[in-house]
């Protein structure tokens, strides 16, 4: 639910999981055929996942982070790892990489900069929930194209911060 200041977008784990499964079906409407998924760690991990089952493809993963300050609600220094997890072989052939939202489009823009320079990919795409507009890169596939720049609230946001004794506390009866 956007705010009505439009600075805030509150997503339920309900809403989430169908926004991935619409995701899920934008790609495959395209017709594009892609031999594999990188997702970017942390927020493209639970759409990567759901991808790769949908698609029953191979998950690579590539840890990303900006967010860092303010419990994550501020961007600076964009840090990409060096190497990219592959459960066999490497990344190669056609590519469809996988992240939550395109946010500045720093981030995607960087990583899809540097996996185009790798010769054994032979065709990149990108998918994710979210494009807000002042993006200043717009991926292949995405389900909702946000007029503002809200912060989006996304449901597994309740375990930044908590840490296991406030969690051993929603089990205390």
Do not use: N
Not at 16 to 33: C, D, F, I, N
Not at 113 to 137: F, Q
């Amino acid at each position: 639910m956007l705010t009505d200041d439009g600075k805030h977008l509150y997503v339920s784990w309900d809403e989430y999981h169908l926004l991935t499964e619409r995701l899920a079906l934008k790609v495959h409407a395209s017709g594009w055929q892609f031999d594999q998924i990188l997702c970017l760690a942390r927020g493209g991990m639970r759409p990567g996942d759901v991808l790769s089952r949908v698609f029953d493809k191979p998950l690579g993963i590539m840890s990303t982070s900006s967010y860092r300050a303010e419990a994550g609600t501020i961007q600076g220094r964009l840090d990409m790892a060096k190497y990219i997890t592959m459960p066999k072989g490497e990344l190669a052939g056609r590519v469809l990489l996988v992240d939550d939202l395109a946010d500045s489009g720093v981030t995607l823009k960087a990583v899809v900069e540097r996996l185009r320079g790798t010769p054994a990919i032979t065709d990149l795409r990108s998918a994710v929930i979210w494009t807000k507009k002042v993006s200043a890169y717009t991926p292949d596939y995405y389900v909702e194209m946000l007029e503002t720049s809200p912060w989006i609230h996304q449901p597994f946001e309740e375990y930044d911060g908590m840490g296991p004794e406030a969690l051993a506390k929603k089990f205390v009866v």
